[in-house]
């Protein structure tokens, strides 16, 4: 999501009764973090966090954590960038850079399997010429 201004306060609208305790939003950026000001709200089904109001442009995470009225832990992350100037580098995230490692290896073992099964098939099943 891209804005022309920066927001002053962020809001999630839950659909069910949210619990005031362990509510939290918080916003980075690629060179800052804690750019919230005040304590996040859950009032309600809404949970808000109000925001430095001198964000510069560029690319923002938001990463919310709230228990629903039953006592469910809910958690999420979500990106906005503020401007026309669009940092296209990825934030730090140590999850996403795992995930991609932990694909390419099972890609791999996957590939390796796949064509040792078939060589050891054309060895197997092939007439020998003796």
């Known amino acids: 999501m891209t804005l022309g201004a920066p927001p002053n306060v962020i809001k999630m609208a839950f659909t069910a009764p949210l619990r005031p305790d362990g509510a939290r939003i918080e916003v980075s950026s690629a060179t800052e973090t804690h750019l919230t000001r005040g304590d996040t709200t859950a009032t309600g089904d809404t949970l808000s966090q109000s925001l430095d109001p001198c964000l510069p442009d560029g690319r923002y995470e ?11 832990a809910l958690s999420g992350t979500y990106h906005f960038v503020v401007g026309t ?11 996403l850079a795992s995930g991609v490692a932990t694909i390419r290896v099972f890609s791999f073992v996957f590939i390796g399997a796949l064509v040792g099964g078939v060589l050891y098939a054309l060895a197997t099943y092939l007439p020998s010429s003796t």
């Open 62 to 72: 938001v990463r919310w954590n709230v228990k629903s009225d039953d006592g469910a």
């Open 85 to 95: 100037a669009v940092d296209t580098k990825p934030l730090n995230n140590p999850l």
